[in-house]
């Protein structure tokens, strides 16, 4: 009988003798934006995000996200002060968490 765990178990890829490890990584973000997290701040979001190998996840409001889809991000409306939690799992999840920081920190009205 299982006790329902999942043990954090490396996982191979397609080249035979190589392992990967995948790390899950969580962070709460802070959204900054006078605007809250609007249109330039999501789809830089999406585009950040799919540079990455980690799967990314975004919680808000008790649902989740895929974190590298735009339409999924659509519906995510944070406002300015609110928190989003983010997590990451793949070999760059910490990476991956540290960029989408950034592209929320960002002025999403400059071009600069």
């Known amino acids: 009988m299982g006790t329902g765990l999942k043990c954090a178990m490396p996982r191979r890829n397609n080249v035979p003798g190589i392992l990967l490890m995948n790390a899950l990584v969580r962070k709460k973000l802070q959204v900054t934006h006078p605007m809250g997290f609007h249109m330039r701040p999501k789809a830089a979001f999406a585009e950040v995000a799919g540079q990455f190998q980690a799967e ?57």
């Open 56 to 112: 990314i996840m975004v919680y808000w409001e008790g649902r989740a996200f895929n974190g590298k889809r735009m339409w999924d991000l659509m519906l995510v409306a944070a406002a300015m002060g609110s928190e989003i939690e983010c997590e990451a799992n793949g070999p760059d999840a910490e990476q991956a968490l540290d960029a989408l920081a950034a592209v929320l920190a960002l002025d999403h009205d400059t071009d600069s």
